[in-house]
Every structure is written in structure tokens, then in C-alpha cells.
């Protein structure tokens, strides 16, 4: 980091570690450039090429114009299909109002967290784990708290750690 960044970033930053799954996918796909066979585990992106009905379908948005901004939450109809596609495979009622589209898991898993993480509120994160999740706690004003992800009584843990559980009832938060 330059040092005029670390004089204008916020304190929080420094707690931040980098993200070396970027690296190690910059050195994976140099290994396959240079002819070594790779299989990719480093980052959570399919293994496979996308299908050609959505490649068919991006370019026909292309072409018909459609390359504006869309609605913050995703498109309407897009939200209706997610819905109707819960509905038909797993017979959950889904109202599209309540479908949020990101761009990856990680837009999603940031604004879940924003809803729900406290300033100074301890939260459990496993460990390994994705890493970005104890990033989002920290950006977030949240401390977390690394647990190892062998098998343990949750009631154990949340003692251990001096933190709260939280679970959801209807739209109620409730806290032990």
C-alpha cells in the first residue's frame, strides 16, 4: 500500500489483510499460459464455459440497446423468473419483491452483513473460511472472531466467545 493511501484510508484498513485468492489465481492462470494443466480451486467461479442461451441472450441485450443501468435490485423480470423458479423446484412461495440480484455472492454476503452486524458486536466467522467475511465484519465496525471449523456445540461456543446469537423469528431480531 502507498504510503499517501495509508494516510488518507481509514484506521479499519490496516486491519484488513489482502486477498491472496487473486494472486494465486494470477499464478494459476500464467502456469496455464505457458502450456501446465490447471484445475481452478482458488476462487468460487464455475468449471465451466456459460452456456450458450445466456451467451445468446447477453448478446441480443447488446444489440437490442439494452446497456444501461439496471434497477439496484435486478431486473423485474429476472427477480419474477428466481421467484417462479423456487416455486417450481422447491415449492417455496417467494414474493419477487423479497429477490435481490448481485453481481456474485460477495455484493450479497456485504449487504447481509450490513444488516445485520453491530458496531463492536463480536461475530463468530469460521476458520478457514472465506475471507472475506471477516473483512466485511471488520469494514463493518464488527469484531471477528475466528473459530476453527471442527465440531462443536454452538451453545459451547457462543459461552466460550462472550458473543451473542441471534436467530429470526418473523421480522423480530432475538437475542440470548
Known amino acids: 500500500m502507498s504510503p499517501y493511501f495509508r494516510h488518507a484510508a481509514a484506521a479499519r484498513v490496516q486491519d484488513i489483510a489482502p486477498f491472496h485468492v487473486m494472486e494465486v489465481q494470477t499464478a494459476a492462470r500464467a502456469l496455464e499460459a505457458a502450456g501446465r494443466s490447471v484445475v481452478h480451486l482458488e476462487i468460487g467461479e464455475p468449471d465451466f464455459p456459460t452456456p450458450p442461451q445466456v451467451v445468446a441472450a447477453a448478446q441480443a441485450a447488446l444489440a437490442g440497446g439494452n446497456i444501461y443501468y439496471t434497477s439496484a435490485l435486478g431486473l423485474p423480470q429476472l427477480r419474477e423468473a428466481i421467484a417462479r423458479h423456487y416455486a417450481d423446484r422447491y415449492g417455496v412461495d417467494v414474493e419477487p419483491e423479497r429477490v435481490i440480484v448481485t453481481a456474485g455472492s460477495s455484493a450479497a454476503l456485504l449487504l447481509v452483513m450490513a444488516l ?14 472465506y475471507p472475506c467475511n471477516r473483512h466485511f465484519v471488520r469494514v463493518l465496525e464488527g469484531v471477528p472472531v475466528g473459530i476453527a471449523t471442527h465440531a462443536i456445540d454452538a451453545g459451547r ?3 466460550m466467545h462472550n458473543v451473542r446469537s441471534r436467530h429470526f423469528d418473523n421480522d423480530e431480531n432475538h437475542y440470548e
Open 116 to 129: 445485520l452486524v453491530n458496531r463492536d458486536e463480536r461475530i463468530l466467522v469460521s476458520d478457514p473460511g
Open 157 to 159: 461456543l457462543v459461552h
